[in-house]
């Protein structure tokens, strides 16, 4: 589900038209490009994952389950300027918050030498209930 969970964050991102206009929807991505060049940037990846079935879910019967998948997912904003990529976490974050399902955990700000452009790493929670 961990692909799945990137790929509805980015769903949200790009359906919310504060992100899309400073971020175009093709520059919104799940996962590494081959090259990353086209400035400004979302990246979506997965850095831990975690599944937890609830009290009785060996025993129970299908379609009462329970169990929750906790996704920690990384936003990396690359920006040509630092003031960009704080524009664009700005609109970002509520758009996350306002799914349900998502908190943000922390962020840092870098300036990646390799693409000569600043950097704002984010980290977010993602949880999802699944009743199997």
Not at 18 to 40: A, C, E, M, R
Not at 105 to 118: Q, R, S
Request: contains cysteine; proline residues 4%; aromatic residues 10%.
């Amino acid at each position: 589900m961990s692909y799945d969970a990137m790929v509805e964050i980015r769903g949200y991102l790009c359906s919310s038209s504060n992100v899309t206009s400073l971020v175009p929807k093709s520059q919104i991505l799940v996962g590494w490009p081959q090259v990353l060049d086209k400035f400004p940037s979302i990246l979506i990846t997965q850095t831990a994952g975690t599944d937890t079935g609830y009290l009785g879910y060996n025993t129970s019967p299908a379609g009462s389950k329970l169990r929750s998948e906790e996704v920690t997912l990384e936003l990396d904003i690359f920006a040509k300027t630092r003031l960009e990529t704080y524009n664009i976490a700005d609109v970002v974050v509520p758009v996350l918050i306002a799914s349900g399902s998502c908190k943000k955990i922390n962020d840092v700000d870098l300036y990646d030498d390799a693409l000569n452009v600043y950097r704002k790493l984010s980290t977010y929670s993602f949880i999802k209930f699944h009743d199997d």
